[in-house]
């Protein structure tokens, strides 16, 4: 038991190794895309004002530029076997689900 958590935090970081191996450092790509996205918001301290409506298309558009981003590390193909395109789909059905739901509960009113 003493060895639980040491035996979990290798397992992890096997899997990291892999999928850096496999798709690169996607975080580093994602987190400077998102910059150049969100410049409009901002400030001279470097920090940034965010309108609350953009929170939910930040955690979204953040998953899609890592999508695309195991796209362009691997334009054969996906090396973990994964569809990358069909996640994509599915963030975009995810949204515009989304703002369904707003304009219906906009008409409610």
């Known amino acids: 038991?003493?060895?639980?958590?040491?035996k979990i935090a290798t397992k992890i970081g096997k899997l990291v190794d892999e999928k850096n191996k496999a798709y690169g450092n996607s975080v580093n790509n994602t987190e400077r895309i998102l910059k150049?996205?969100?410049?409009?918001?901002?400030?001279?301290?470097?920090?940034?004002?965010?309108?609350?409506e953009m929170?939910?298309?930040?955690?979204?558009?953040?998953?899609?530029i890592?999508?695309?981003?195991?796209?362009?590390?691997?334009?054969?193909g996906d090396l973990m076997d994964e569809d990358p395109n069909?996640?994509?789909?599915?963030?975009?059905?995810?949204?515009y689900a989304a703002k369904e739901d707003k304009h219906?509960?906009?008409a409610d009113i």
């Open 36 to 52: 150049v996205f969100l410049e409009p918001y901002s400030n001279d301290d470097g920090t940034y004002t965010i309108p609350a």
């Open 1 to 6: 038991m003493a060895n639980k958590y040491t």
């Open 86 to 95: 069909k996640d994509i789909a599915g963030y975009s059905i995810i949204a």
């Open 66 to 76: 890592d999508k695309q981003a195991r796209i362009f590390s691997n334009p054969k």
């Open 104 to 106: 219906e509960s906009k």
């Open 55 to 64: 929170i939910d298309v930040i955690a979204r558009q953040a998953r899609v």
